[in-house]
């Protein structure tokens, strides 16, 4: 049976009462510019989504988030290219997420709504028949002059998670705060974010550069098995299998 998917339901927690004119989208030109420049430089996978014409108003050309699409065809599809690219599972997760996030939004004061991120993780479907796991993380990136959400900047990388989910909301404003979202309990629920040593930033830091735990100990004037602890600490910490999976983690989330 054909899964139904309407793409208004994106959009049913916004308010949007305050009209977006042709003026405020040519102010905002250069910000496009920036980030298309940007996604060049760094081969990032991002776009951008505006909530007042329900769609997206700019996508990279990366093909991690085109999952062999065409670029302008994402574009074009908006919200729609989700239908395409997720299971009804990881859609309705993804709703559920959005009416939750925005509810979270709301609660803020207008002066903190830019300071928030939200991430998750969720399936994709390539156009070719392979699946695989993606690291979703959207921040405001104009707001309309009454503190609602315009535009949005969504940066999509590689997950290391097995599952969809591991959603959380972050405060820039705040770096200790942290909500995680229970899907059991349907809310935020506030927790302590992962905060790494000095040392074991050094640890990682040379990991992430290629050095072996014996170069690391001699880099850092320490014994071979100081370095061990470090990283099982890191390990336990980011609760990852391996090295290799701590640099990402850390890495997408800005820890080193």
């Not at 309990?185 to 040379?206: C, F, H, N, P």
């Not at 999976?245 to 850390?250: G, L, N, Q, R, T």
Request: aromatic content about 14%.
């Amino acid at each position: 049976m054909k899964h139904y998917f309407n793409v208004d339901n994106f959009f049913r927690p916004l308010r949007l009462e305050h009209p977006v004119s042709d003026d405020d989208y040519a102010n905002i030109r250069m910000y496009i510019e920036a980030l298309s420049a940007l996604a060049r430089i760094a081969n990032m996978s991002m776009y951008v989504i505006d909530y007042h014409k329900k769609g997206f108003l700019y996508v990279s050309s990366n093909p991690l988030f085109l999952c062999g699409y065409e670029r302008d065809d994402v574009r074009r599809l908006g919200y729609g290219f989700y239908s395409k690219a997720l299971s009804p599972e990881d859609l309705s997760m993804l709703l559920e997420l959005n009416e939750k996030g925005f509810e979270y939004f709301y609660k803020q004061d207008i002066e903190n709504r830019c300071d928030l991120l939200i991430s998750y993780d969720f399936q994709m479907n390539h156009k070719n028949g392979y699946k695989f796991m993606v690291n979703h993380k959207l921040t405001p990136l104009v707001l309309t002059s009454d503190g609602d959400m315009w535009l949005s900047l969504c940066l999509v990388t590689h997950s290391i998670q097995e599952k969809s989910g591991n959603a959380y909301i972050q405060h820039f404003n705040k770096p200790g705060r942290r909500e995680e979202y229970s899907f059991r309990g349907k809310r935020w629920k506030e927790s302590t974010a992962i905060v790494l040593t000095e040392q074991e930033r050094k640890v990682l830091l040379l990991t992430a550069q290629g050095y072996t735990t014996q170069n690391v100990a001699d880099k850092l004037f320490i014994g071979l098995n100081t370095v061990k602890f470090h990283k099982t600490n890191i390990l336990t910490k980011l609760e990852v299998k391996n090295m290799i999976e701590a640099v990402y983690f850390a890495t997408v989330n800005q820890l080193i």
